[in-house]
C-alpha cells in the first residue's frame, strides 16, 4: 500500500498510523544531527547564525521539549476532522503526489524504503502537506528564533507557485488534455502498420501436448512459394500419445521425424516474430459454422478437396492453412484485423497464469460475483481484504470508488450498479449484517 494512504488529506484520521510515534522520530532526528543529552554543549543556540536556508534539517534544538512535542502535535493532527475523499487500495493523485514529495526530500535525492530517513521524509513531506513550505518558519517562531526573512521569503514564494500549480491542475481543461495525451500515446503503442507494403506470412506450431507450458518442437512459416521449417531443441520427455500423432521422438539426446533424426535448433534462435493472428475466429466469421469439429484444419481440407495426407506436420499445415485461406476469399485486411503483438500475448498468457493462481483466494466472493469480474479484480490488484475493509469503512459508495474509474479515467472493474449492488449485498451477508 503506498504511504500516501495513510497519511494525506483524503483519508480517515484512522488510517493516520504514524501520528503517535511522530514526536519520538522528531527527538531521534535532532539527536542525530546536532548530538544526544551526553553532549549538552550541542544542544547550545548559535545567536550569530539563525538564518535557515535550503535544507530542512537546520532546526535547532528547542529549549522546552514539552513545548515542540505540543506543537507538533497540533500541527501534523489538523487531519482528524478532514472528510474522506477517497478509497483505501486506490492510487489516487494525491498519493501519488505525497510519495514523490518523500522520495525529493534531503538528504537523498532518491526514495530508498529500508533507509533510516524514511521516517524523517514522510514526517517532513507531512509538515509540507498540511502548511506548505511555511511550517519550517512557524517552528523557528516557536523555538523563539528569527523565522530568517530570506527564508520566509523563499517560502512564500514557493507556496504562491505551488498554488498556482495546484489551481492549474484542477481546471476540467488541464484534466481533459491529460487524459487526451494518455489516449494517444495508448492508441500510438496500440496501432499496426496496415499500408500496401503489409505480407502476410502463415506459420504453424506443433507443440507436445495441450498445456500452456507444453513445449513447441517445431515452426513452419509459408510465404508465397518462400517455406522455412524449424525443429526445437525439447526441454522434456514426449509423450507417447503425441509421438503416435505427430510422429517425432525424442532419443539419445536427439530430435527424430519417423526414426530419422532431424537437425533441431534452441527457441530463442527459431521463434523472432513481432506478432501473429489466430486464423481459427478468421475462419469461423466467414464460414459461420460454429458446432465443434467444423472448423478443424483437416475437416475443411476434406472439404475443400486439400490433400491431407501428413496432417500434423507443421510444414503441411502451414500450407493447407494457405489453400483454405485462398478458396474462403480471406483477405489480408481480415487477417490483420485479428493481429496480435507479441508483447500483448505475453500478457495475457501472465494474467492468465496470475489469475489461476489468485482465483482460490475469491471464492468467498463467487455467489455474489461473476468469474469475469473476479478476473477484473485480479488485474487490477484488488485484494479480497481491500474489499472488505473498504466495504466495512465506506459502505456501498466506497465499493463504488473502488470499482469504478482509476485517477485516469480508466474503468478497473464495473460502472454498473447492478454488479455492485449484488457485490454489496453478498458481503451483507458474509458479513452478517
Known amino acids: 500500500m503506498d504511504i500516501g494512504v495513510n497519511i494525506t488529506k483524503d483519508l480517515s484520521p484512522k488510517k493516520i498510523k504514524f501520528l503517535p510515534p511522530y514526536n519520538q522520530n522528531y527527538d531521534a532526528v535532532l539527536e542525530e544531527n546536532f548530538g544526544n543529552k551526553a553532549r549538552p554543549e550541542a544542544y547550545q543556540l548559535r545567536r550569530d547564525s539563525i538564518e535557515f536556508h535550503d535544507s530542512v534539517m537546520q532546526i535547532r534544538r528547542v529549549r522546552e521539549e514539552r513545548e515542540m512535542k505540543e506543537y507538533n502535535c497540533k500541527v501534523c493532527l489538523r487531519y482528524d476532522n478532514a472528510k474522506i475523499g477517497g478509497t483505501e487500495g486506490v492510487s489516487t493523485n494525491a498519493n501519488e503526489s505525497f ?6 526530500r534531503p538528504p ?10 524514511y521516517s524523517t521524509r514522510c514526517y517532513v513531506t507531512t509538515l509540507v502537506k498540511n502548511d506548505g513550505q511555511k511550517w519550517i518558519t512557524d517552528i523557528n517562531k516557536k523555538c523563539q528564533l528569527s523565522p530568517g526573512s530570506r527564508t520566509e521569503k523563499h517560502y512564500n514564494k514557493e507556496d504562491a507557485k505551488a498554488c498556482c500549480r495546484y489551481s ?6 488541464f484534466k481533459k488534455r491529460r487524459l487526451f495525451l494518455k489516449q494517444k500515446k495508448s492508441d500510438l503503442l496500440a496501432s499496426i502498420d496496415e499500408n500496401t507494403d503489409s505480407i502476410i506470412l502463415y506459420f504453424d506450431l ?8 507444453a513445449d513447441i518442437f517445431q515452426i513452419a512459416v509459408k510465404y508465397e512459394s518462400y517455406s522455412f521449417s524449424s525443429y526445437i531443441n525439447l ?19 536427439q530430435l527424430h521425424y519417423h526414426c530419422k533424426p532431424v537437425v533441431a535448433v534452441n527457441l530463442q534462435e527459431a521463434l523472432i516474430v513481432s506478432g501473429f493472428a489466430d486464423t481459427y475466429p478468421v475462419i469461423k466469421a466467414a464460414t459461420r459454422l460454429a458446432k465443434k469439429g467444423d472448423n478443424k484444419l483437416e475437416n475443411f481440407a476434406q472439404r475443400l478437396n486439400i490433400n491431407s495426407c501428413d496432417a500434423h506436420n507443421a510444414m503441411s499445415d502451414v500450407a493447407m492453412l494457405e489453400k483454405i485461406d485462398q478458396n474462403l476469399n480471406i483477405t489480408k485486411d481480415d487477417i490483420i484485423k485479428s493481429y496480435l503483438s507479441w508483447s500483448a500475448a505475453k500478457t495475457q498468457v501472465t494474467l492468465t497464469k496470475k489469475n489461476n493462481s489468485q482465483m482460490k483466494f475469491y471464492r468467498i466472493l463467487n455467489n455474489c460475483t461473476s468469474k469475469s469480474t473476479r478476473e477484473k479484480m485480479i488485474a487490477a490488484d484488488i485484494s479480497v481484504k481491500v474489499i472488505e475493509s473498504t466495504y466495512k469503512q465506506y459502505g456501498l ?11 485516469n479515467g480508466k474503468v478497473l472493474v464495473s460502472l454498473r450498479k447492478s454488479v455492485i449492488n449484488k457485490l454489496y449485498e453478498g458481503l451483507k451477508k458474509i458479513y452478517k449484517e
Open 206 to 213: 506443433e507443440t507436445s501436448g495441450f498445456n500452456i507450458d
Open 99 to 104: 510519495n514523490n514529495m518523500v522520495a525529493s
Open 397 to 407: 459508495q466506497g465499493l463504488f470508488r473502488l470499482l469504478g474509474r482509476d485517477h
Open 235 to 253: 526441454t522434456r520427455k514426449i509423450p507417447e500419445k503425441v509421438s503416435e500423432v505427430h510422429g517425432l521422438t525424442f532419443m539419445n539426446g
Open 108 to 117: 537523498k535525492s532518491r526514495l530508498y524504503g529500508t533507509t533510516d530517513s
Open 168 to 173: 492549474k491542475c484542477s481546471t476540467s481543461a
